[in-house]
C-alpha cells in the first residue's frame, strides 16, 4: 500500500480549483461526515456560505482497518425544513460503504435523491457508490490528512 500525504495548502488548491460557487448555486446546508469530512465541510460551507452540521458514521476501526459496514454514532435529526438542496462532504470515497448509508438515512427523512449531492475531496475507482470527487487515486493508497494526529 502506497501512502499519500496531503498538506493543507494542496487541501486548498484541490478545493479552490473545484469552483464550488459554480458548481452548487442552489446548496443551502452541508453536511459533513464525521470526522473525515469535517474539516472539508466547514471549508467549504464558508466558500459557500451555508450552514454546516455533522453527522458522525464510520466504515473503519479504530486501527484503520476497513469494517465494509457503516457504524452510526451520530445521526442529525433531519425534517422537512427550508433546506432545498443538501451537500454531503467527506474527505475519502473508499468503498462507498459510508456514503451509501448516509444517502440511505437522508432518503428515509423525506429528502429526495433530487434534494442530496454528494462530494469527497479523494475517492478510489472501487467504491460501490458513486459521487463527485476532487480527485481520484489508486484503491491502494492511504491518504494522510493535515488534520490527522500522527
Not at 475519502?92 to 429528502?111: H, K
Amino acid at each position: 500500500m502506497s501512502k499519500k500525504y496531503v498538506a493543507w495548502d494542496e487541501l486548498h488548491h484541490h478545493i479552490s480549483l473545484a469552483r464550488l460557487d459554480k458548481e452548487y448555486p442552489e446548496v443551502d446546508l452541508i453536511v459533513s461526515i464525521g470526522s473525515g469530512g469535517m474539516v472539508p465541510g466547514v471549508i467549504i460551507s464558508k466558500i459557500l456560505n451555508v450552514p454546516v452540521v455533522n453527522i458522525g458514521v464510520k466504515s473503519y476501526s479504530v486501527d484503520n482497518t476497513q469494517t465494509y459496514k457503516a457504524e452510526w454514532y451520530q445521526k442529525f435529526q433531519f425534517r422537512v425544513s427550508k433546506h432545498k438542496k443538501i451537500l454531503v462532504v467527506d474527505d475519502i470515497n473508499d468503498t462507498g460503504y459510508t456514503l451509501a448509508a448516509v444517502n440511505n438515512y437522508l432518503m428515509s427523512t423525506y429528502l429526495k435523491e433530487t434534494d442530496v449531492e454528494f462530494l469527497t475531496i479523494f475517492s478510489k475507482q472501487r467504491s460501490v457508490f458513486p459521487c463527485r470527487s476532487l480527485q481520484e487515486v489508486s484503491n491502494d493508497t492511504w491518504i494522510e490528512f493535515p488534520w490527522e494526529v500522527k
